[in-house]
Every structure is written in structure tokens, then in C-alpha cells.
Nanobody, 123 residues
Framework: VQLQASGGGLVQAGDSLRLSCAAS????????MGWFRQAPGKEREFVAT????????YYADSVKGRFTVSRDNAKNTVYLQMNSLKSEDTAVYFC?????????????????WGQGTLVTVSS
């Protein structure tokens, strides 16, 4: 199984960015997908998750209303649309896959992790 996250970069506060995570080696629709992030000097934290069917999502309070998670099961890809970015969103963003098809908040629920993509928001 491989998860390849991409789309990170340097943006200004208030800008938008879309992250992608391409999955291979798994039956994608059977996995709940999640996005997590780790800021410098901090522990990795939950950002958003989406069920295998794509019909259920859940967000951290810090990003609710600004970020949108979606998936295209035909392309084995999950996305994170990030709008109204703030400096506190600066972090390495990771995608993860959890078997079972539901959506998951806790990190131990995830079986596979991508390598991360860096998002830097300048104020």
C-alpha cells in the first residue's frame, strides 16, 4: 500500500490550497481516509476524515467551515480543500487510510500513512 500526498506549498494568509492523496495497493472504497497535520514542535493532530463511500465526513473544530475533505473512488484519491488559510495551519499534512470504510478520528484507527506534504502559511 502506498499513499502519496501532494499539493503543499507556501501561501499567504487568506489563500486557498488543495491537497491530494493518491492511494495504490488497496481497495480504496473500503477504507476510511483521514488527514492529519503536525506543526513544528507539536504532536500530530487530526484534521478531517471521510468514510469510504464519501457520504460521511468529520472535521476538527479548528478547520470546520474552512476545510473540505472529499474523495474520488474512481481515481483512488482523497482531497483536502483548504480555504481561508491561517498561519496556524502551517504544518506537514499527512493522509492516512483505515480499513473498514468508516470515518475515524483517532490515529490508531489508521493502518497506512503517507509521507506528508508541507503547507506553509505566511501572515
Amino acid at each position: 500500500v502506498q499513499l502519496q500526498a501532494s499539493g503543499g506549498g507556501l501561501v499567504q494568509a487568506g489563500d486557498s490550497l488543495r491537497l491530494s492523496c493518491a492511494a495504490s495497493g488497496l481497495t480504496f472504497s473500503r477504507y476510511g481516509m483521514g488527514w492529519f497535520r503536525q506543526a513544528p514542535g507539536k504532536e500530530r493532530e487530526f484534521v478531517a476524515t471521510i468514510a469510504g463511500s464519501g457520504t460521511r465526513t468529520y472535521y476538527a473544530d479548528s478547520v470546520k467551515g474552512r476545510f473540505t475533505v472529499s474523495r474520488d473512488n474512481a481515481k483512488n484519491t482523497v482531497y483536502l480543500q483548504m480555504n481561508s488559510l491561517k498561519s496556524e495551519d502551517t504544518a506537514v499534512y499527512f493522509c492516512a487510510a483505515g480499513v473498514g470504510g468508516s470515518y475515524y478520528v483517532l490515529q490508531p484507527s489508521y493502518n497506512y500513512w503517507g509521507q506528508g506534504t508541507l503547507v506553509t502559511v505566511s501572515s
